[in-house]
């Protein structure tokens, strides 16, 4: 009889449980169902975004190497469109930019480079900060070109030093400030460029140094 008290005890306990949490219990769990399809489905959608923009990319990519125009700016524009956000809209833009310059598009190129330096991928972000910088060394904008990579933040152009360095020093070369330029080659050196054309810019610039010349001593007789 105990048992069965017992049994009555917690039946009825239970019972009192429910009535007071039952349905919060019921929202838990539908709550948790409903973020466990939400995270799936947001990553199903994930993935397939993804695989929507590689196959424009290849598509984009087949259209340069057969020079179709058309195909370029229409797939091009897809990418910016719809996978604006994604490693791919950024590898388009240099292949965009790419394809002003060789049109002679400076401006066009320029404006490009820009969008895709500004964008969160950090690698392609300095790559295309670095051929934004080359084109203005190209079209005499070599103070603009200083305060671009200037304003590049150390912590995050770990592998780029070296060509920031080295542009660096082009641009003072450019301007005619040889020591700032010696310099900045020897800090790309420092920074692990393995470059020979490096090694010839700074060859070039010590032999340009100013050699004293002795002048011959006047007799005084």
Do not use: C
């Not at 919060?24 to 769990?29: D, K, L, R, T, Y």
């Not at 604006?84 to 490009?112: C, E, F, N, R, W």
């Not at 920031?164 to 003072?172: M, P, S």
Request: proline residues 2%.
């Amino acid at each position: 009889m105990a048992i069965y008290d017992s049994e009555e005890e917690q039946l009825e306990a239970l019972k009192a449980w429910w009535n007071e949490n039952g349905t919060s219990a019921i929202v838990g769990v539908v709550v948790g169902i409903a973020l466990i399809g939400g995270w799936n489905f947001w990553r199903t959608h994930q993935q397939e975004k993804a695989a929507q923009a590689s196959v424009a990319y290849s598509q984009l990519v087949k259209a340069v190497e057969a020079n179709n125009q058309n195909a370029i700016e229409q797939l091009g524009k897809q990418l910016h469109d719809k996978f604006g956000d994604s490693s791919y809209a950024a590898y388009d833009g240099l292949q965009q930019a790419k394809l002003k310059v060789q049109k002679g598009d400076l401006a066009g190129a320029k404006a490009i480079l820009k969008e895709v330096a500004a964008q969160p991928n950090k690698e392609l972000s300095h790559v295309a900060r670095i051929r934004l910088v080359r084109l203005m060394l190209a079209s005499g904008e070599y103070e603009q070109g200083l305060q671009l990579i200037n304003e590049v933040d150390p912590a995050t152009k770990s592998g780029f030093s070296a060509s920031y360095d080295e542009l660096t020093g082009d641009l003072y070369v450019a301007m005619d400030r040889l020591d700032e330029a010696r310099t900045a080659y020897q800090n790309a050196l420092n920074s692990g460029a393995q470059s020979p054309l490096l090694k010839i810019k700074i060859d070039d610039l010590t032999a340009a140094e100013p050699v004293s010349v002795a002048q011959p001593v006047k007799d005084s007789k």
